[in-house]
């Protein structure tokens, strides 16, 4: 067997007590998986204090037992997060950042997984500010200590808290934007500063504000070219093709970089992509400059995926070993419909209801091409969305959906018989027609 074979047919075909010593045994030798499998059983119910108390004692172990007792806390609150859980989680994802965060500044050491798990639990702390969101202006204060008054970590995106802090956060955070720009000389408060009053002007959607602030800067290809994205998408294309033409007379060739790092990020400037992402990665980690180069390119390819597709953006993440990313770039951008399949298979042991919907799409689809070997496969896939239904507790929504599919192509005879073939129970009053389609 491949060392990559998908071992889940096998395990599926294993019976409940089997799997249950195979997977005690590992936990046994993962300390990781075996305080996620812990606080799966002590959050079952939705409370959050075992979580809590893990961070407890986390604190007092080792780098490796904190590293694995802090991936457990983020899974479980990512696993609450996707189950549309009603607790809130805010608080317990904003101690598990500023746990982190303290860590690190502590060690010093951004680089490796905790520095990994960091990002990780200031996205979730987003999305569980947006599903119970805090009190706006208590939110924008941390944000606010963390950008000025911080280690350099986390980074903070404004556009994920946006939704949270609503009108009075943005608000308070503009508030303390200007007085540091009105009072600030050149340092690292009016460069933080600075960042924020683009991002603010981002997520406000004030597009003077922030074509004054990217004119402002150094003249550079991919300022100008955000420019004249942020002039499109706002609709005023006769000013996007001005500037565009004016950009065109100014360019003149950058100077040569004078290191390794430099170089990459002025070719991944030039060609934003996954080669050249994957090149300034691997120079800006020997340079140890890569967290916050990352934060950059992340940021460009995101502009781009707005434009026309996630899946440059969402190959990256994958390349980067961040599956759940990834997803949420295909569903926030718009990926194509290869991708979102592909990103669903993968996703579907763990995240049955975020997959669905996406499955049955690629059902219609089979369906709508009427040949023979696309209704074997959208059978197939019909079988697959029975399992997932069942995962998620939902058995009787599957019955209705596949009763409605049924009822639309009834006429579809060579469809029916292929979803009887694959051992799917038809609704009793299907009758079809007799002439083959």
């Known amino acids: 067997m491949s060392p990559h074979s998908d071992l889940r047919p096998y395990l599926r075909t294993l019976d409940a007590e089997t799997l249950a010593d195979l997977l005690h045994a590992q936990a046994e030798r993962d300390p990781e998986l075996r305080h996620s499998l812990e606080l799966r059983a002590a ?36 696993r609450m997060l996707d189950a549309g859980s009603r607790a809130d989680l805010a608080p317990l994802a904003r101690r598990t950042v500023d746990d982190i965060s303290e860590v690190l500044e502590q060690s010093g050491d951004h680089a490796g997984d905790l520095g990994d798990r960091l990002d990780r639990a200031v ?47 943005l608000r308070r955070i503009k508030s303390t934007v200007d007085d ?42 991919d300022v100008s070219l955000k420019i004249v994205r942020v002039l499109r998408a706002a609709g005023r294309h006769s000013e996007a093709i001005a500037h565009a033409a004016r950009a065109l007379t100014q360019d003149k060739k950058p100077p040569e970089p004078d290191d390794e790092t430099a170089r990459r990020r002025q070719e991944f400037d030039a060609e934003p ?37 996630a899946d440059e953006l969402a190959r990256v993440l994958l390349d980067d070993g961040r599956p759940d990313e990834a997803w949420r770039a295909c569903v926030r951008f718009g990926a194509s419909p290869e991708l979102k399949l592909e990103l669903a298979e993968q996703r579907a042991a763990e995240h049955p209801a975020e ?47 596949l009763a409605t599919l049924v009822e639309t192509h009834r006429r579809k005879t060579r469809l029916i018989t292929e979803i009887r073939a694959a051992r799917i129970a038809l609704p009793k009053a299907v009758t079809p027609s007799r002439t083959p389609r």
């Open 123 to 169: 996205e979730l702390y987003a999305r569980a500010c947006a599903a119970r969101p805090p009190d706006p202006e208590k939110l924008a204060d941390w944000i606010l200590e963390v950008e000025f008054d911080g280690p350099g970590r986390p980074s903070i995106d404004l556009a994920d808290f946006a939704a949270a802090l609503g009108e009075p956060g």
């Open 355 to 401: 997959t669905i919907p996406v499955i049955r799409e690629h059902v219609d689809e089979l369906i709508e091409r009427k040949d023979p070997q696309a209704y074997r496969e959208a059978a197939r896939r019909l079988k697959l969305l029975r399992t997932l239904h069942k995962r998620t507790g939902t058995p009787d929504e599957f019955t209705a959906y």
């Open 180 to 221: 540091v720009l009105a009072a600030s000389g050149p340092g690292h408060r009016r460069d933080v500063a600075e960042g924020l009053r683009e991002q603010l002007a981002e997520v406000l959607g004030d597009v003077d504000e922030l074509v004054a602030i990217l004119s402002a800067k150094p003249p550079r290809r």
């Open 43 to 78: 959050t079952q119910s939705g409370d959050v204090s075992e979580a809590h108390r893990l961070l407890d004692t986390a604190v007092t172990d080792g780098n490796g037992e904190y590293t694995a007792k802090v991936g457990a806390v983020l899974d479980t609150l990512q």
């Open 273 to 309: 992509g996954r080669e050249t992402y994957a090149a300034l990665r691997e120079a800006a980690t020997a340079d140890g400059k890569w967290p916050a180069q990352r934060r950059a390119a992340l940021t460009r390819l995101r502009e781009r995926a707005a434009e026309g597709g």
